[in-house]
């Protein structure tokens, strides 16, 4: 068994985004999964992106536009949105809250991705070297 807390995996901040890696090949071995936690301030947007993984991003609270391909949907909260690899996707935080959500991905991204993806140290390490 293996477990990880979110203050002690990588993370990447960026257009109002902070994504912590937290199942992945980098963080517990994992070569079939990778999972992460993201919150999207209000305004924040993912830009639209692809890669091999299918995936899927289950929403925890807040409300969001998302794009997969040619298609827009309005998601909230304990909505489950599934697309296929190489699928064209993003996603933007269209209310006044934090958006909150679960991505899972299949396989894992390899080690190199994940550090080329989420390339800051963990919140843990950065407290202990300020």
Known sequence: MEIVRKDIVPRYERDN???ALLISALTTNAKN???TIVEMEPEGI???HS???EQMYYILEGTGEMTVGDEIRDVQKDD???FQSNSPHGLKNTGK???RYLSAASPSFTVQECQD???LPSLKEERESQ
């Open 33 to 35: 999964l990778t999972i």
């Open 46 to 48: 993912q830009r639209i």
């Open 80 to 82: 489950c949105i599934f």
């Open 17 to 19: 985004i902070t994504s």
């Open 51 to 53: 890669h091999k993984q």
């Open 97 to 99: 809250a934090i958006l």
């Open 117 to 119: 993806l989420w390339p």
